[in-house]
């Protein structure tokens, strides 16, 4: 059986704050058998916010509610950004503008790759590269 879990009513419970600032939203869901009722699965997805941070932390529990082993299967396909329009090439491309001191507006264009928008730089960083870049240019 699959089950889409854009389909499911997922209930939402209080943001929850924690010391250091960052705050987790909690979701769950719960299966239930269609003959009897009862509740055999529980979904919870959590989404924690880090402040200062473009970066989101993730988890996805499922948890068994009966006494009986069930085998799962679990497919996440997202996010996956901006799609190719054609698998020849690829012209996405990041544009960024910053005023200098002097009032002047200077832009910059820049394709995305991977070695420009890795997992270690991050877009902060990466942000602050293009920013640099331009400088230099201007």
């Known amino acids: 059986m699959k089950l889409p879990l854009d389909k499911l009513y997922w209930q939402s419970f209080e943001v929850e704050k924690l010391q250091d600032g960052s705050q987790i939203a909690r ?45 799962m299967q679990f497919n996440l396909a997202g996010p996956i950004g901006i799609g190719k329009e054609d698998p020849r090439s690829d012209d ?12 002047q507006v200077i832009s910059s264009r820049m394709g995305i790759d991977t070695t420009f928008l890795s997992r270690n730089l991050g877009l902060k960083d990466a942000t602050k590269k293009i920013y640099r870049g331009t400088k230099q240019r201007g």
Request: a negative charge; charged letters at 25%.
């Open 27 to 71: 979701f769950e869901a719960t299966i239930e058998n269609q003959d009897s009722g009862s509740a055999i699965v529980k979904l919870i997805k959590s989404y924690k916010i880090i402040p200062n941070s473009y970066l989101m932390d993730f988890s996805f529990t499922i948890e068994n509610l009966t006494s009986a082993e069930q085998i």
């Open 92 to 103: 996405r491309k990041i544009v960024a503008g910053f005023i200098t001191d002097k009032s």
